[in-house]
């Protein structure tokens, strides 16, 4: 802003300090306390500070905010219906609400399979939602179909979807050269495995809604493709003779989306994946829709209609689960009774995995000079206590 005698620039800077902390780094823990503003980290020390404090965490556990890189929305909101909606905002504003108290402070925006014609709706609205991100909560765009396979197609149309149209990328990349993509991919579907080391160039590559077995998979990972879309769902069981991705993840040293509600994958699978992967690459993830939060019933969601009962949506008469509704601090919670793990541990899963496989590591999912000041503080249990978004308490 250029500013006249006639002009007032006023720019509110608010300083916190959060003391008596054990907070959590990628390799250890301390006592001490962080020093934020309402955009970094401008100091973290051990021991307590010689200035006011402006909150006792009394030795809770302090994290980066978690983040959800696999959402469609919820709470009303359905991130495909900004193609065609253009009466958005307040249905964005009460999932930002929602889903801060949640913890989560990031999020990919995540689409399901649709036409070529909405897809560049979406490309051509996604400034304007961004615009409407005050908190900076949205950091990319999730394009989890239509480069899927029928045979694991899940809740998603088969009839729109279609192998990888270059043409149709090439318009996503030149609408938003500098926002972070990701896809999923189908790499056996119409030999869509054979543009991938190109599509690396432009796009994070995601293997999911696939039947590919273990030697396409292997191929997959080693053109391009860092992560697995919600693991063990839409995809083809682990199979003892005849491999398949999931042998290949197990054998590989990609990161995996782990849907943790213990219904979409057993608490005992989840036990299972931690002790098979390690917390270095699993990837806690909501998939929640647009009916998270919301009463039991009936929806229809991005024409698909569904069936909520508590924490999970079904196709309609059907028991084909369409999408998960657990508040991600609960999934959270629950990957931590069920695997009993450590405070780096959970670090590692709700956020820092999630940022690593994106690139986004240097800001968000760690805690260091410079990185966003969005928190979260836990007890003992797990249990989510405070959070705090862009310095500022929730």
């Given at each position: 802003m250029?500013?006249?005698?006639?002009?007032?620039?006023?720019c509110i800077i608010?300083?916190?300090?959060?003391?008596?902390?054990?907070?959590?780094?990628?390799?250890?823990?301390?006592?001490?306390y962080i020093?934020?503003?309402?955009?970094?980290?401008?100091?973290?020390q051990q021991d307590s500070p010689n200035k006011k404090i402006d909150y006792d965490a009394n030795g809770q556990y302090l994290l980066p905010a978690f983040f959800d890189s696999h959402t469609h929305g919820g709470y009303g909101m359905d991130f495909n219906m900004v193609a065609i909606d253009t009466n958005y905002r307040q249905k964005l504003a009460k999932y930002f609400?929602?889903?801060?108290?949640?913890?989560?402070?990031?999020i990919l925006m995540t689409t399901v399979t649709c036409s070529?014609?909405?897809?560049?709706?979406?490309?051509?609205?996604?400034?304007?939602?961004?615009?409407?991100?005050?908190?900076?909560?949205?950091?990319?765009?999730?394009?989890?179909?239509?480069?899927?396979?029928?045979?694991?197609?899940?809740?998603?149309?088969e009839k729109l979807i279609r192998p990888i149209?270059?043409?149709?990328?090439?318009?996503?990349?030149?609408?938003?050269?500098?926002?972070?993509?990701?896809?999923?991919?189908?790499?056996?579907?119409?030999?869509?495995?054979?543009?991938?080391?190109?599509?690396?160039?432009?796009?994070?590559?995601?293997?999911?809604?696939?039947?590919?077995?273990?030697?396409?998979?292997?191929?997959?990972?080693?053109?391009?493709?860092?992560?697995?879309?919600?693991?063990?769902?839409?995809?083809?069981?682990?199979?003892?003779?005849?491999?398949?991705?999931i042998n290949a993840i197990i054998n590989s040293n990609v990161y995996a989306e782990l849907i943790c509600d213990g219904a979409h994958v057993a608490n005992e699978v989840i036990l299972n994946t931690y002790k098979m992967l390690g917390s270095d690459r699993i990837m806690i993830i909501s998939d929640s829709l647009l009916t998270k939060g919301?009463?039991?019933?009936?929806?229809?969601?991005?024409?698909?209609?569904?069936?909520?009962?508590?924490?999970?949506?079904?196709?309609?008469?059907?028991?084909?689960?369409?999408?998960?509704n657990l508040p991600f601090n609960k999934q959270v919670e629950n990957f931590g009774h069920v695997t009993k793990c450590s405070m780096i541990d959970i670090l590692k899963v709700s956020s820092l995995n999630a940022a690593k496989s994106l690139k986004l590591n240097d800001k968000i999912g760690t805690l260091k000079k410079g990185a966003n000041s969005s928190f979260v503080l836990l007890d003992n249990n797990y249990k989510l206590k405070v959070t705090f978004i862009n310095g500022r308490k929730i």
């Open positions: 250029k500013i006249t005698n006639d002009t007032i620039c006023i608010i300083f916190m300090i959060i003391a008596n902390a054990n907070i959590v780094f990628e390799d250890k823990i301390i006592k001490g020093e934020f503003d309402n955009e970094k980290i401008i100091n973290i609400k929602n889903i801060n108290k949640e913890g989560v402070g990031s070529d014609k909405d897809l560049n709706n979406i490309a051509n609205n996604y400034l304007k939602i961004k615009d409407d991100d005050v908190n900076n909560v949205i950091k990319g765009w999730y394009i989890e179909g239509p480069y899927i396979s029928r045979i694991r197609k899940g809740a998603h149309n149209d270059s043409k149709e990328l090439k318009k996503i990349k030149e609408t938003l050269p500098d926002i972070t993509k990701l896809l999923t991919i189908a790499p056996e579907y119409q030999n869509n495995y054979l543009k991938l080391n190109k599509l690396k160039q432009d796009f994070f590559l995601s293997i999911g809604h696939s039947d590919c077995n273990y030697q396409m998979s292997m191929h997959s990972f080693k053109t391009g493709a860092n992560r697995i879309t919600h693991m063990y769902n839409a995809m083809a069981n682990f199979d003892k003779r005849n491999p398949t991705l919301l009463k039991d019933g009936k929806y229809i969601v991005w024409n698909t209609k569904v069936d909520k009962k508590g924490y999970l949506d079904y196709l309609i008469d059907t028991t084909t689960i369409a999408g998960g």
